[in-house]
């Protein structure tokens, strides 16, 4: 038995003056069908390197007219709901969940989508398959748009805990930040930052720097590391010793009372 053709489930259309299959460049096409796939699939370029191919996208037929380019997902209703939430956050920024996990995944290919009409002078348009209203439209200023919305700018210093540092297209450090599910993906000022954190792995840190944040939850979306140093702390000893001129000499029936301070700071 012949195995059944699985359905198309997204439409990409490149919406343009004179825009046809013929003078869209290949290299052009795979980067928007790869951003689409990374929107369908709701991959976060920091913490995830590829698709799973359980969620992958595939190129199934191009259609003539304005070019569209017909794609299949292996994992169909997860793709068109994430795709539908794309449309959200194009035109309500603030429908996004409360730690923004939504919207962090999808500003860079929203970005790359934004680049891309800006550079075929087009608008791009994602259809789930047989309906002729799209789940979303891209249009050069839509990424520019939606920072100036989202996004506030301003120096910080954060403390956590450096997992790794490194990098092969950029020099990045990861952090562990109390109170923060997801880890935090941070850009370094120049690679002498990056070796002095890289003598510190494992080891708590206050980085100082510029953060983007998501406006209202305060989520950081974007944090560069201008520089760092190890938090302190005080004169342990010296305060438990006028603690025990206060009277509250209990501080003595505790064994190690620095490593007890210390754990209560974390």
Known sequence: MAKKKAEPTIIVRFIGESITPANVPIGTVTSALSAVQDLAS??????????PRDKSIGL?????????????SRAPVEAVTNLKLVGQILSDGDAVDSEGSHLVAAMQPIEDLSKIA???DCRLEVYQSGRRTPM???????FARLSNKLFLTGETTIIGNVKRVGGATGMKCLLRVEGRRRILYCELKNREVARRLGQHLYEDIAATGTAVWIHRSWYV?????????????GDTKGSLEELRKAGLDAWDKIAEPEKFIRELRS
């Open 42 to 51: 709701g991959r976060n370029r920091f913490e995830t390197q590829h698709v």
């Open 60 to 72: 199934v037929d191009v259609r003539s007219g304005s070019a569209s380019y017909v794609c299949v």
């Open 118 to 120: 800006r550079a075929n």
């Open 136 to 142: 979303f439209v891209i249009e050069e200023g839509d």
């Open 221 to 233: 979306y974007k944090f560069t590391i201008q520089d760092f140093s190890q938090p302190r702390l």
